[in-house]
């Protein structure tokens, strides 16, 4: 596809049941990111991958949180246990390259997001 | 504690008029800067960003100014349109850094 691709769309959540949103970044992109956007804030970084590494997961809340991404495309970000301080939207970006450890210069686009809702 | 802030979260502008927005940050290490405009139910898109090294980028209707000795950034919308109303995120980089800080946003509403 042309943009960066996220599913679901929606999800509904019964507190304590596991869920997983997947990012099918831009073809060729080599970053990615995980943001959680809470409502009325601007959106929070929680996790980035270069290909197939994870090398910030800072920005994960809890170890309920796991992101991967196999073979350096698709990323699935996974929550176990969920609890309703996780409703969020959850968004993936992505970002052509990486400028020598720099993001200077760097433009990362963003999905449409993954609208998590735990009740 | 907030190292991007944008202190106004709501602005509105008559259909024409400028649509200044505004940013403030704490972290003197941040070098790059981006603002996103975000409508409801999709992600933020990008409209434009500022390097450290100058003080003025225009895209068309879009000019960002940065003032590095008062760490402040703002966005200059003109003429404002109809459909430039959503909210505008300010986001920053440093060097050594390997994401993105947003701020809060800003909800612009320009009125017809």
């Known amino acids: 596809g042309a943009g960066v691709s996220q599913s679901p769309r929606y999800k509904v959540a019964k507190r304590g049941q596991d869920v997983a949103l997947r990012c099918d970044p831009i073809s060729g992109h080599v970053s990615l990111f995980w943001y959680q956007q809470a409502l009325g804030q601007g959106p929070e970084f929680l996790t980035y991958f270069q290909n197939e590494a994870q090398l910030d997961k800072s920005g994960l809340p809890s170890d309920r949180f796991f992101a991967e991404r196999p073979e350096g495309s698709v990323s699935t970000l996974k929550i176990q246990r969920t609890q309703q301080e996780d409703s969020a939207v959850y968004l993936c970006?992505?970002?052509?390259?990486?400028?020598?450890?720099?993001?200077?210069?760097?433009?990362?686009?963003f999905g449409e997001g993954s609208w998590l809702t735990v009740v | 504690d907030q190292q991007v802030k944008q202190n106004s979260p709501s602005l509105s502008v008559q259909e024409g008029r400028i649509s200044i927005l505004n940013c403030d940050y704490t972290?003197?290490?941040?070098?790059?800067f981006l603002w996103y405009k975000k409508y409801p139910a999709e992600g933020p898109t990008f409209l434009i960003s500022?390097?450290?090294?100058?003080d003025k980028n225009e895209d068309g209707r879009f000019t960002v100014f940065l003032n590095k000795s008062a760490k402040h950034l703002s966005l200059h919308i003109v003429p404002s349109q109809p459909g430039d109303s959503a909210v505008y995120f300010c986001?920053?980089?440093?060097?050594?850094?390997?994401?993105?800080?947003f701020g809060p946003g800003t909800r612009l509403s320009v009125l017809p």
């Open positions: 972290n003197s290490m941040f070098d790059y």
């Open positions: 970006a992505s970002s052509s390259r990486w400028a020598g450890g720099s993001l200077t210069g760097n433009t990362i686009y």
């Open positions: 500022i390097s450290s090294i100058k």
């Open positions: 986001a920053a980089s440093n060097p050594h850094g390997q994401n993105f800080v």
